[in-house]
């Protein structure tokens, strides 16, 4: 299930928050199928499957640490880290659909998103939002004052 916080304070005290996901990328253990997928889909390359490198849309073998934002947070995303909570504040439009898809924990505070309108549970600010519960939208409006 995936997992998503929109106020910090939420945020359980045993989990740490990272921020940078190019920084935290190297240490993540990749998932073969689900990596196929996503760099597929994000970044219209392939992956190798050596866990190290993919050939992107021009045909060029590239290192997986020029995978785009969105496709290193999806991939970070797709295990869950019991004691991990991703900013996605800069995760691109095209993987919001991607997210019910991962197990892990995240963090946001300035998207409007659906997320359940595919028959997943979504757990939300600590409460689960199953399949079929009426209003899934969670409008998520940045503080202007």
Do not use: Q
């Not at 880290?81 to 504040?89: A, E, G, Q």
């Amino acid at each position: 299930m995936f997992h998503l916080y929109t106020d910090k304070s939420l945020i359980p005290s045993n989990m740490v928050l990272i921020k940078d996901i190019e920084a935290f990328f190297p240490r993540i253990a990749l998932n073969e199928g689900f990596a196929c997928n996503i760099i597929s889909d994000i970044d219209s390359g392939t992956y190798n499957r050596d866990n190290k490198t993919f050939i992107d849309r021009f045909g060029i073998t590239m290192h997986l640490k020029d995978l785009s934002t969105t496709s290193k947070l999806l991939l970070a995303l797709y295990e869950g880290n019991l004691s991990i909570v991703f900013d996605i504040t800069e995760i691109g439009s095209n993987g919001w659909l991607h997210l019910t898809n991962c197990n892990g924990y995240a963090y946001t505070r300035n998207y409007w998103l659906d997320l359940c309108n595919d028959g997943t549970n979504v757990e939300y600010n600590g409460k689960v939002m199953l399949a079929g519960e009426a209003n899934y939208e969670m409008s998520i409006i940045e503080d202007m004052l």
